[in-house]
Antibody
Framework: QITLKESGPTLVTPTQTLTLTCTVS??????????VAWIRQPPGKALEWLAL???????RYSPSLKNRLTITRDTSRNQVVLTMTNMDPVDTGTYYC??????????????WGQGSLVTVSS | QSLLTQPPSASGAPGQRVTISCSGS????????VSWYQQLPGAAPKLVIY???QRPSGVPDRFSGSKSGTSASLDIIGLRSEDEADYYC????????????FGGGTKLTVL
């Protein structure tokens, strides 16, 4: 059974750095054609793709947020970590960890975590 | 601002057909697979179409996808009340480096 579970703070103070951890199970981060991404959704608004790390540790970032984002992975722990610096109230929303895979789904996002609600407020 | 354009809303009566469009450009929809996601109220999104027109296991065949040039569409036939949700399209955008774009979402109401 494939699962992804996000963990991290629910409340962040403006200007702080957010660190979210995604722990995956049921699949490995290392086979060719595997990737994990982060996608967020402000309350009542659309999905926004943030970042993605490939099986070979290659990374991609949203052009509008790339200066604030870092995505890393720990294959021994089956974890993918997203850090976002200089948090602002507009960054409030639900952050999803998502699997993406080339072979079957053609890089679609086929498995989603339940999401982690992050509120940015002083 | 999203570079994939969807109508903000769509509606249809039970049993009817509804089509949701997703308009992009050559570097994204025109060059890459389009996927579609269904988000029921209070839930995480769920993949309903990948590789433009493929359905994951468990998605009813009432859902179908298509793509022509720089536009894609999600069709739902035989509308049911449980189809009422937000729908999003997504595609990779070819650039250096590449990134993913989502549409702004379409809220489907079953009348």
């Amino acid at each position: 059974q494939i699962t992804l579970k996000e963990s991290g703070p629910t409340l962040v103070t403006p200007t702080q750095t957010l660190t979210l951890t995604c722990t995956v199970s049921g699949f490995s981060l290392t086979p060719a054609g595997m990737a994990v991404a982060w996608i967020r959704q402000p309350p009542g608004k659309a999905l926004e793709w943030l970042a993605l790390v490939y099986w070979d540790d290659d990374k991609r970032y949203s052009p509008s947020l790339k200066n604030r984002l870092t995505i890393t992975r720990d294959t021994s722990r089956n974890q993918v970590v997203l850090t976002m610096t200089n948090m602002d109230p507009v960054d409030t929303g639900t952050y999803y960890c998502v699997r993406s895979e080339r072979g079957t789904s053609g890089w679609a996002f086929d498995y989603w975590g339940q999401g982690s609600l992050v509120t940015v407020s002083s | 601002q999203s570079l994939l354009t969807q109508p903000p809303s769509a509606s249809g009566a039970p049993g009817q057909r509804v089509t949701i469009s997703c308009s992009g450009s050559s570097p994204n929809v025109g060059s890459n697979y389009v996927s579609w996601y269904q988000q029921l109220p209070g839930a995480a999104p769920k993949l309903v179409i990948y590789r433009n027109n493929q359905r994951p296991s468990g998605v009813p065949d009432r859902f179908s996808g298509s793509k022509s040039g720089t536009s894609a569409s999600l069709d739902i036939i035989g509308l049911r009340s449980e189809d009422e949700a937000d729908y999003y399209c997504a595609a990779w955008h070819d650039s250096l480096p590449s990134f993913v774009l989502f549409g702004g979402g379409t809220k489907l109401t079953v009348l």
